[in-house]
């Protein structure tokens, strides 16, 4: 089984002056959930080579037993500075793709025309998609084949509005997530903050939080082993 991981190219939150990009959980979680199940990983990003990591997501806080893993691999950090160019993917040579979170992907997914075709491809091959915390964003202008938007009726998590409220970015991000989702008919419920949370309608998965990272993976490995 291989499965696509895309990450964004994104590193400046908004007018802050302050750095931002993908949030290290929400990639180290998902990366050996799937590699230690024996799937083939491959990294890629809208601009190719090595992506911005949130700061803050390094923080010693923000630490978890996989994230120091994904440290001390020197492999996975190999990988990590030579993501493939998005425009080099095909569906075709994946089983599943996982988009990770942080803020990032706010600013670089939602209107990525190279994206939105190749999330459009998977669900058009009847092949997974998941996306976790921020990254739920990649999803928002992407069509099913119906021509609907692909959220539409599905039921879907993402980043929550109390959740941005509470690291104080509410007016910071171009729009909050979670009004975006259900402005596209996305059935859109919740948890408490930062508690994992994972939704799964069809072939899609969608979560929360950072927290919601790692279980969100074990249900695209599901997905993946069924079909």
């Not at 190219?9 to 990639?27: I, M, P, Y």
């Not at 050996?32 to 010693?60: E, F």
Request: glycine share 10%; charged share 25%; aromatic share 8%.
């Amino acid at each position: 089984m291989k499965v696509l991981i895309v990450l964004t190219s994104h590193d400046q939150l908004g007018n802050t002056g302050k750095k931002t990009g993908f949030w290290l959980e929400e990639l180290a979680a998902p990366y050996y959930v799937l590699k230690d199940a024996g799937v083939a990983v491959t990294l890629a990003s809208p601009k190719g080579g090595q992506p911005p990591l949130d700061p803050k997501s390094d923080l010693t806080e923000n630490q978890t037993q996989l994230t120091q893993r994904f440290r001390m691999d020197t492999a996975a950090q190999a990988e990590l500075a030579s993501t493939k160019k998005l425009a080099d993917v095909s569906a075709d040579d994946f089983d599943g793709v996982f988009y990770p979170g942080g803020h990032g992907p706010m600013w670089d997914m939602a209107e990525n025309a190279t994206s939105i075709a190749l999330i459009e491809a998977f669900v058009k091959a009847g092949k997974p998609v998941a996306a976790v915390c921020h990254a739920p964003v990649a999803l928002v202008n992407v069509r099913g084949e119906d021509g609907e938007y692909l959220v539409k009726g599905k039921r879907v998590a993402g980043f929550t509005n109390e959740e941005e409220e509470a690291v104080n970015l509410t007016t910071v991000v171009p729009f909050l997530l979670e009004d975006r989702l259900k402005e596209r008919g996305g059935i859109y419920s919740k948890t408490t903050n930062w508690v994992p949370y994972v939704q799964v309608d069809g072939k899609l998965v969608t979560g929360q939080n950072p927290a919601s990272s790692g279980p969100g993976a074990e249900e695209l490995l599901k997905l993946l082993r069924s079909a």
